[in-house]
Every structure is written in C-alpha cells, then in structure tokens.
C-alpha cells in the first residue's frame, strides 16, 4: 500500500507465482470504505481507510499470484471465518484467495 508499484517490479522480475499478498482487514461501521472492509496495519490496531476489497482489485491487476485475507474481526473469536469478507473479495479477484482469520467452527452448513 505504501509503495504498490513494488507488486509490479517483483512479479516483472520474477513471475507473479512468487507473490503471495497478505491482507488484514476489518469491518467499517461508519461507511468509510464503498465495500464495508478496511485495510489494516499494526496487527490490525490501526485501520488505513484504504478498502480492501479495492485494494485485493488492484493488488490481484498488478500481479500477485495470491491473496492471503485475515479477517482481523473474526481473528481468535473461535467463532468462524468471516464470509462476507471472503465473498466481497472472491467477487474482485480472480486468483487464489487463501482465507484465514479463524476457523474454531465451521462457518457454512454441511449436509448431513
């Protein structure tokens, strides 16, 4: 986010396969963000009021190979992970998402 054009010098040299971005990111509750989602930094205790699902957009045109999304809400709440996140973001990106934050349950319904 500071310096993006990074994204580009690493995958022009060395191929978009060896870039995997990691994002942590949060709800907004005041509509700071157009998607609802904030970067964050500092373990999550400092918001950006970059959006990430834009920034995942961006990130995903430049080249990375992947993207690794912590949802810092859900992060050690046992109570899941955060599916609207992972959705908002599945819908902008086409490459690989990772998804982490939590997974002490799961989050969707198995048939039985």
Do not use: Y
């Not at 990111?25 to 205790?45: K, L, N, V």
């Amino acid at each position: 986010m500071a310096r993006p054009d990074v994204i580009d010098e690493i995958t022009r040299h060395f191929g978009s396969q060896v870039l995997v971005l990691s994002v942590d990111a949060r709800r907004t509750h005041d509509g700071a963000t157009p998607s609802g989602f904030e970067i964050t930094t500092h373990g999550g205790r400092r918001g950006t009021g970059i959006d990430a699902v834009a920034w995942a957009r961006e990130a995903a045109d430049r080249g990375v190979g992947e993207i690794l999304l912590n949802s810092i809400d859900a992060d050690g709440t046992r109570e899941g992970f955060d599916i609207e996140m992972i959705k908002a973001v599945r819908a902008a990106v086409q490459v690989p998402l990772i998804a982490s934050g939590e997974r002490g349950r799961p989050s969707i319904s198995r048939p039985p």
